[in-house]
């Protein structure tokens, strides 16, 4: 079992920056990958982010060059570095681990942060 609390979101203005943080705790070494989503309303879940252990990352175009994922090395921990925030990136954001075990893939969720940017 894996437990994800997110933390860093709030209200920001068009162009300012955020940091959201992950902290996760449980059987993290079992932890392939971690991922940031967010759902805006009315819209489903999206990608935001996704790094793999050995260092693969993956970012939706739309953030691509203004959000850098990163975590520490032991896997307690995953920030989403967020710069030249717009307003459409309003959106809760979800902290996202996936493990998987000879019993199959498993993804855990935070409880989710409310960005909001206004313009």
């Known amino acids: 079992q894996v437990q994800l609390v997110e933390s860093g979101g709030g209200l920001v203005q068009a162009g300012g920056s955020l940091r959201l943080s992950c902290a996760a705790s449980?059987?993290?070494?079992?932890?392939?990958?971690f991922g940031w989503y967010r759902q805006a309303p009315g819209k489903q879940r999206e990608l935001v982010a996704v790094?793999?252990?050995?260092?693969?990352?993956k970012y939706a175009g739309s953030v691509e060059g203004r959000f850098t994922i990163s975590r520490d090395s032991v896997k307690t921990a995953v920030h989403l570095q967020m710069s030249s925030l717009k307003p459409e990136d309003t959106a809760v954001y979800y902290c996202?681990?996936?493990?998987?075990?000879?019993?199959?893939?498993?993804?855990?969720w935070g409880q989710g942060t409310q960005v909001t940017v206004s313009s």
């Open positions: 996202n681990a996936r493990t998987i075990t000879p019993g199959g893939d498993r993804d855990y």
């Open positions: 449980g059987t993290t070494f079992s932890i392939n990958s």
């Open positions: 790094m793999h252990n050995g260092g693969n990352l």
